[in-house]
């Protein structure tokens, strides 16, 4: 498996061939399938894990979640925003209505589920993030709600999809930081504030991305007790240096390594051929 997946990463950077003059039709493209694996851990420090993944390849969703709230509820918060977006993407399945929009609905019905969970004594203040993957023919669409996030491997470089509903991203966007000195500004305990969750208010406000998908291409969702010790280079060089099967654990060994402070999901995604 080794090779196979370093393969069809080693294609993102292969020079482009020019068609040749030829009588014959030209190929369809073949048809593409998607290889998932996915862990979680609850790292060095908490004693509870209050990340959750989910996803149903037969409808092509595919969620990482990262619930707030302390004690039990954060975990509570992630495992009903996973389980109402599944629940609502497959109740859309034959509306005819466009990817986007059932992703949209999803979305907001876990956001509905939470908020009304919410106001439950016990799980006051609970809320999580969620990144979203929803498969659109040769397309992924992308969603998210928070400071979990989305990569593409492609042309031997690791590139961010999503923005980061965070304090500290609110900083660089107006000026105050750079993405250079963000990791050694002192933000006073501000590091893992987020800006928007599922579940927090009556109404949320996801940002939504689009990506062509080719074969080969790889996509991670990952909750930001990853994100928060390896930067882009290094998750690409693992992932290029790693089986497709393990990457999500040496991912998440590497972060421990460094700490692991915070609970570790990783969701990796391949397209291949069909």
């Known amino acids: 498996m080794t090779e196979e997946f370093n393969n069809e990463l080693a294609s993102f950077g292969a020079p482009a061939v ?17 290889a998932v694996s996915a862990l979680s851990d609850v790292g060095c420090v ?26 039990a ?3 509570v918060a992630s495992a009903h925003a996973v389980a109402a977006m599944v629940n609502s993407f497959a109740d859309s399945v034959t509306s005819g209505v466009p990817v986007s929009s059932r992703l949209l609905v999803a979305i907001n019905a876990a956001n509905q589920d939470v908020w009304e969970h919410a106001k439950i004594a ?24 928070g400071d979990s996030r989305a990569y593409i491997l492609q042309d031997g470089q690791c590139v961010q999809l999503t923005v980061d509903h965070s304090y500290v991203n609110e900083l660089i966007r107006n000026g105050t930081l750079t ?19 599922i579940g927090v208010s009556a109404e949320v406000q996801p940002d939504f991305y689009s990506v062509d998908l080719k074969h080969g291409a790889a996509v991670l ?11 882009p280079e290094e998750i690409a060089a693992i992932l290029a240096a790693t ?17 692991g402070v915070d609970n570790i999901t990783c969701l990796l995604l391949l397209a291949q051929a069909a």
Not at 55 to 62: F, N, Q, V
Not at 134 to 145: P, Q, S, T, Y
Not at 221 to 231: F, H, I, K
Request: glycine residues 12%.
């Open 73 to 75: 509820s954060g975990e």
């Open 221 to 231: 969702l990952t909750s930001d007790g990853l994100t928060r010790y390896l930067d």
């Open 179 to 197: 993405i250079e000195t963000a990791h050694t500004a002192d933000l006073r305990g501000m590091e893992s504030v987020i800006t928007r969750a």
């Open 122 to 145: 016990e799980h006051k203040g609970m809320g999580t993030t969620a990144v979203v993957a929803a498969l659109d023919g040769d397309k992924l669409i992308l969603g998210n709600v």
């Open 18 to 34: 020019e068609p040749s003059v030829s009588a014959q039709p030209v190929a369809a493209p073949a048809p593409m399938r998607i």
């Open 243 to 259: 089986p497709f099967d393990s990457a999500c654990a040496t991912l998440i060994d590497v972060a421990k390594q460094r700490g």
């Open 46 to 71: 908490r004693t509870n894990n209050e990340d959750a993944f989910g996803y149903d390849e037969s409808l092509g969703i595919y969620i990482v979640c990262d619930g707030m709230g302390g004690m």
